[in-house]
């Protein structure tokens, strides 16, 4: 299979097409623009999943769900308070399919069957909500509102590819409520926190974590807080975002509260949210020209046997070795999959597991229950060992975690050695086309500026880095003065 | 709170509107049939989520996810062979809203933003997912495919009840591939019998298995396998329902694979689902005047915690006990929640938890700590004793098991005593108004005799129970010979 992989080297978009679905993770559908992900794919979406939300619920949030369509006269109310907000969505006109009249065995729509008023396939829920938030808040005592829902949302996208930027795409969403601005500001930025945390710790993947820019900002945001990450191709990528929405949407949707001193004031907002786009941005992280590579902390499983065998009896032996080893991993919570298939040779399984990125693979033949041994490969550094059979569970034990650690080094390596401080424009525009990856420079904080260095160099500013040093400088472009650099790139 | 809620005496109906509302599991929302999921009532469809998700993979399935909408073309292909399939559904047409020259401040639909082929927001995903399968298989080596997706569906219901019957809801559906009849028989049974299991060992609502009628059967299937519950108010209601396909939906999307004698043949199919319907049947399966009652399986938190207490002092002291007790049955896996709000005082927290079904309450007071005791009330029959400290926890895990049994026990025995044996219709119609509940009775086998019932009293054949009696008997509408009873009742 992976011989067919295109390299990266040779065509990095074209690699990362065919191994999303040569590796099995998802694939286009009959629906422009909507993906089918697949289960090896939907397996290491879960894991995203459980990983989040046990992190969500650890920080006092509580899951929910509200509904898919949003009532048009809803963003009406949003548009006032939060201009530019997407228009490109997916419209309910009509509830109703009938034989069609005029060709046989055909269907359309009822056009007795139309709706008042249309309904919009959420592209995101913060109207619908802050329209229930209000039957929701009339005191203090009913904040703060601690609200995550996993959904799917559809915005109608020209140029999809798979992951990256979907019609439909699967996400949670956060939407808390708050007595404060302080209390509000201290949610959003906390959010962005736990996405940095869960990047680094479970995708193996370094993310600079920062706050966008008015221009890169969310339609009603206040702030932006977000996490970018550097892809392989030297492209960033906005791998999740907080905002910190003011009182935008509660003036929108007039949910007003009684504080503490007895007035009446209008709550404050906030909304995060990470989306499959992260499976994306694991693959851009990690893989190779033979494939996916994952994190051991999101692999679907962990280990994979593979037996080697001429008869049944060897293939008993081997069996009997393979069920007392996953009983042992079991026991330190390591997932292995026996791959016992009938139907395919050793060969081919080696190069499946290898293109779907199995951290380890275990082979064992009858030499190896002879001598008590197995061979053990590892898919990041495609290097294999021989191990005792006694020492193979601590072996394995230890070795996801240096493969875990391992891959988040390699990654910051690379990252870090991709930002690049710059001092004036011709140098930007060089490094840009050369090297690539973040270029740190000063920027005067006009959107003018900012507006005219993406026309002339498609590098956009990713986010004004938390905790930013401050320096006197020049803008790199204007040369006005600047008190801080920001991080340009091109990005996803 | 729960001082207004209608007896279920009074109006059945009305006390299980108002319980779902008042004990904070849903509510109406803006878009017409569309409910919010509030996060009470989530956290229960979170518990019942993860117990059948668990079940499906121990039986083989993965999960996987496919796209919200149906191209009308792939329903015209369905319809063919599985004619009489809902046309009431939401139907996007457009993809852009636009502001509205004609009315400022408002939007529109625009309509250059039509698409070429409409697009229907499913109903169900058999279309989608056999369109999609038929790129996965060619052999017998790709089957079978056994794939459970957790998804939101829209069905254009004109008359909606929380949970019972909504526009979108939540449920799963497992669509299954394989390549002979018997094997999909099989997993038929097998997913039936899943539900079955959930439902009784999970929901404490015991079930009859059985196969529905042609009448009752989903459109397109050969068989429907279900489990039937009923109600307190003596109304069945189908819980879950597992359906062997044949080839019909092969046919349709023509999916032929080559079996393993080198013949092309079309690829048999099965689906099942339950959804968040599951939660009205739970509810109206235990619940009492005074609120929801919950199994323990099931309860977002099993155990609540009331202090009482009247000055700091004694609220650290509580508050220490307290987590040493939570701290104790979290090692037992007993999941406990410690209600230490200022904002409200001990008798509201004591009928909230009532009121939303919190299985065991714990209530300790400054005399508790002297005497090292606390006070355990049990929400299932309202009764309270005082437990020694240091039996507190072994009390707790045998008590949950308890109430568990007990509440599942009830329920069969009103099953039990409300399945009524008739032999003549007179018998029928006055058992249907006065007893309520399941008739056992016989039934000549034809669709015209079932409609005829329908039409005359509104019980329908709920299911023919499986490995039903087999017995000499006359059928108690028509007169005419039958075999076999089967099961009426006026249901959900």
């Given at each position: 299979?992976?011989k067919n992989?295109?390299s990266?080297a040779e065509d990095?978009s074209?690699w990362?097409?065919?191994?999303v679905v040569k ?15 697949k289960?090896?794919g ?9 990983e989040?939300d046990?992190?969500f619920?650890?920080t006092?949030h509580?899951?929910?769900y509200?509904p ?7 963003f009406?109310?949003?548009?006032k308070?939060a201009e530019g ?6 419209v ?5 399919l009938?034989n069609?009249p005029d060709n ?12 008042e008023?249309?309904l ?7 109207a ?9 808040i009339?005191?203090y005592?009913?904040l703060p509102?601690?609200?995550n829902q996993w ?5 109608w996208?020209?140029r999809?590819r ?5 019609a439909?795409f699967l996400?949670?969403?956060g939407h808390t409520?708050h007595?404060t ?6 949610e959003?930025?906390?959010?962005n926190d ?10 193996a993947m ?5 706050v966008k820019?008015?221009s890169e900002?969310?339609?009603g ?18 791998a ?10 509660a ?16 709550v ?5 949210g990470?989306?499959?786009r992260?499976m994306g941005?694991?693959?851009?992280t ?8 994952l994190?051991p902390?999101l692999a ?5 046997i593979v037996?080697?065998?001429?008869n ?9 070795k ?7 991993l079991?026991?330190?919570?390591i997932?292995c999959k026996f791959?016992?298939r009938?139907t395919?040779?050793?060969?081919a399984k080696?190069?499946?597991?290898e293109l ?7 082979a ?9 041994t197995?061979e ?7 290097t294999?060992?021989?191990v005792q059979?006694?020492e193979?569970?601590s072996?394995?034990k230890?070795?996801?975690?240096v ?7 390699k990654?910051l ?8 401080e ?7 525009k060089k490094?840009?086309?050369t090297k690539?990856?973040f270029i ?6 006009t959107a ?6 993406k ?12 905790n930013n040093?401050?320096e006197?400088g020049v803008?790199v472009?204007?040369?006005k003065p600047?008190?801080q650099?920001v ?6």
């Amino acid at each position: 299979m992976s011989k067919n992989l295109t390299s990266r080297a040779e065509d990095y978009s074209k690699w990362y097409n065919e191994l999303v679905v040569k590796a099995n993770l998802a694939e286009n559908s009959a629906v422009r623009g909507c993906m089918v992900i697949k289960p090896y794919g939907y397996a290491i979406w879960e894991k995203m999943q459980a990983e989040l939300d046990r992190m969500f619920k650890e920080t006092g949030h509580e899951n929910a769900y509200f509904p898919l369509f949003v009532p048009k006269s809803l963003f009406e109310a949003e548009e006032k308070n939060a201009e530019g907000f997407a228009k490109e969505c997916a419209v309910v006109t009509h509830y109703r399919l009938q034989n069609d009249p005029d060709n046989p065995g055909k269907l359309r729509v009822d056009p007795e069957a139309k709706l008042e008023e249309e309904l919009v396939v959420r592209p995101t829920s913060e109207a619908i909500i802050w329209n229930t938030y209000k039957g929701w808040i009339q005191s203090y005592r009913d904040l703060p509102i601690l609200i995550n829902q996993w959904a799917n949302v559809v915005r109608w996208e020209m140029r999809t590819r798979l992951f990256l930027r979907t019609a439909e795409f699967l996400w949670q969403e956060g939407h808390t409520a708050h007595a404060t601005k302080a209390e509000a500001l201290v949610e959003a930025e906390q959010m962005n926190d736990v996405y940095a945390k869960f990047a680094e710790n479970f995708m193996a993947m370094p993310v600079i974590k920062g706050v966008k820019t008015e221009s890169e900002r969310f339609a009603g945001a206040l702030d932006t807080y977000c996490i970018e990450a550097l892809m392989q191709d030297g492209k960033a990528l906005q791998a999740g975002t907080s905002h910190f929405l003011g009182q935008n949407f509660a003036k929108a949707f007039d949910v007003k509260f009684t504080n503490n001193e007895g007035k009446l004031d209008y709550v404050w907002a906030t909304s995060w949210g990470v989306s499959t786009r992260l499976m994306g941005a694991l693959i851009m992280t990690h893989s190779d020209d033979k494939g996916l590579v994952l994190p051991p902390n999101l692999a679907p499983f962990q280990v994979v046997i593979v037996p080697i065998y001429k008869n049944d009896e060897q293939f008993e032996a081997i069996t009997e070795k393979a069920e007392s080893i996953i009983k042992e991993l079991k026991a330190l919570n390591i997932s292995c999959k026996f791959d016992k298939r009938t139907t395919h040779r050793p060969g081919a399984k080696f190069a499946q597991h290898e293109l779907q990125g199995v951290p380890l693979r275990i082979a064992i033949g009858p030499k190896d229950l002879e001598n008590n041994t197995i061979e053990l490969a590892r898919r990041d550094t495609l290097t294999k060992e021989i191990v005792q059979i006694d020492e193979l569970t601590s072996t394995i034990k230890d070795l996801l975690k240096v493969i875990q650690d391992e891959l988040f080094n390699k990654a910051l390596i690379y990252r870090d050695d991709h930002i690049t401080e710059v001092n004036d424009f011709e140098t930007f525009k060089k490094v840009l086309e050369t090297k690539t990856g973040f270029i740190s420079a000063h920027w005067d904080g006009t959107a003018e500026t900012e507006q005219k260095i993406k026309e002339l160099t498609k590098a956009t500013i990713r986010c004004i880095p938390m905790n930013n040093k401050q320096e006197d400088g020049v803008c790199v472009y204007s040369g006005k003065p600047s008190l801080q650099r920001v991080l340009f790139a091109k990005a996803y």
